[in-house]
Structure formats: structure tokens, C-alpha cells
Antibody, heavy 119, light 111 residues
Framework: EVQLVESGGGLVQPGGSLKLSCVAS????????MHWVRQASGKGLEWVGR??????????AYGASVKGRFTISRDDSKNTAYLQMNSLKTEDTAVYYC??????????WGQGNLVTVSS | QSVLTQPPSASGTPGQRVSLSCSGS????????VYWYQQLPGTAPKLLIY???QRPSGVPDRFSGSKSGTSASLAISGLRSEDEADYYC????????????FGGGTKLTVL
């Protein structure tokens, strides 16, 4: 059974940092690109960014609203993807999902992890 | 303001056929595949349609996707109460908006 389990969310002050983790199981993690997608309360889905697999040079790409502040990384030995979020703003408050691109775009999803940016 | 445009709401009665639209441009839908995701209340999204019209295993054939030019559609036939959910279209964008852009989502209500 495929599972993506996220952790690391919580409350952080504006300007602060937070790092989310996403542990994968049930598929060949190292072969999959991994994405992060977020959803503010009552709003739609927004693509945050992705990291490709080793054969694709671990290439990263980011959405315009987070570029330069967020960094995606991965540790294939731990089947884990990370989202490092710096210089957080109140508008970054959302549920953050990790999702895979193993066979098809966004084929598996984590349960979501709430990040609240507030003073 | 989402790059892909979806009507915010749609509705239908049980057994009916409904069609949800997704409009884009030549840099996204016009030149790339479209994907559809279903999000039931309080849950993570789920893959419904990939590469315009392909269904993953386990998705009922009541769900079908199509694409024409810079627009795409998700059709649901034999509407059921459990289909009440938010539906999102996604496409790769070859412009600065990209790489991946979502529609704003359509909330489908089963009356």
C-alpha cells in the first residue's frame, strides 16, 4: 500500500522558518518526482514546487509566490522529501500536501499538514 | 486568480449527467495534458483523470475526460450523492506561470 506521511507543521511567526517532511512507502521513491501543493482554508489548490529524481539531476522548480523563500530537497536513502520554508508570510498559512509523480502526475497524496503563520 | 478557469459551482440530480469545464490558453491546456482531481470534504485530493482522458484503475467509468483546443471537460454520468466534491483541473504551463497550474476548482453539489 502506498503511503505518504507528512510531518513538521505548526504555528510559526511571520518571518520565521519551518521544515516539512514527507516519508514515502509502498513505491520506488527514488524513481519519483515529488511535489508540494498547498491549500489555504476554503480556497483552491496551489502548486508550490517539485524535485525530480536523481537521473533528472534532482532538478527543482517553484511557484512564483514561494520562489526564493522555499526550498525542496530529498533523501532517497530515507524515502523522504522535504520542504524548507523561510521568510514565512501570513499568506503562506495553508494545509501543505506532498504528492508523487511516480506513474502519473500527483498519483499519490499525503494526508496534509497544517502550517499557520501568525503573530 | 487562477491560470486555469473553472466555474466555482455546478449541480445535478442523482442519475443526471454533468459536465465541468476548464479553460486555459495555448501555453497550458493548448499544448499539454490535462489532469483532473477530486477532493471530497476534509480529505486529500485524488487522481481522477490523467493525460486528458485516461482513468486510473479503480475510478468508475462514469467519469470521463476530454480536451479540445485550450479547453477541457470532465463529464460525470449517472450522478451519485458520493460525487459531491470539489473538482480541480491541472496542466503544465510552458510560460512563466508554470510549471504546473491549477484551476480554481468547481464545487459539485448533488441535489
Amino acid at each position: 500500500e502506498v503511503q505518504l506521511v507528512e510531518s513538521g507543521g505548526g504555528l510559526v511567526q511571520p518571518g520565521g522558518s519551518l521544515k516539512l517532511s514527507c516519508v514515502a512507502s509502498g513505491f520506488t521513491f527514488s524513481a519519483s518526482s515529488m511535489h508540494w501543493v498547498r491549500q489555504a482554508s476554503g480556497k483552491g489548490l496551489e502548486w508550490v514546487g517539485r524535485i525530480r529524481s536523481k537521473p533528472n539531476g534532482y532538478a527543482t522548480a517553484y511557484g512564483a509566490s514561494v520562489k526564493g523563500r522555499f526550498t525542496i530537497s530529498r533523501d532517497d536513502s530515507k524515502n523522504t522529501a522535504y520542504l524548507q520554508m523561510n521568510s514565512l508570510k501570513t499568506e503562506d498559512t495553508a494545509v501543505y500536501y506532498c504528492t508523487s509523480d511516480y506513474s502519473v502526475l500527483f498519483d499519490y497524496w499525503g494526508q496534509g499538514n497544517l502550517v499557520t503563520v501568525s503573530s | 486568480q487562477s491560470v486555469l478557469t473553472q466555474p466555482p459551482s455546478a449541480s445535478g440530480t442523482p442519475g443526471q449527467r454533468v459536465s465541468l469545464s476548464c479553460s486555459g490558453s495555448s501555453s497550458n491546456i493548448g499544448s499539454n495534458y490535462v489532469y483532473w482531481y477530486q477532493q471530497l470534504p476534509g480529505t486529500a485530493p485524488k487522481l481522477l483523470i490523467y493525460r486528458n482522458n485516461q482513468r486510473p484503475s479503480g475510478v468508475p467509468d462514469r467519469f470521463s475526460g476530454s480536451k479540445s483546443g485550450t479547453s477541457a471537460s470532465l463529464a460525470i454520468s449517472g450522478l451519485r450523492s458520493e460525487d459531491e466534491a470539489d473538482y480541480y483541473c491541472v496542466a503544465k504551463d510552458d510560460s512563466l506561470s508554470g510549471p504546473w497550474v491549477f484551476g480554481g476548482g468547481t464545487k459539485l453539489t448533488v441535489l
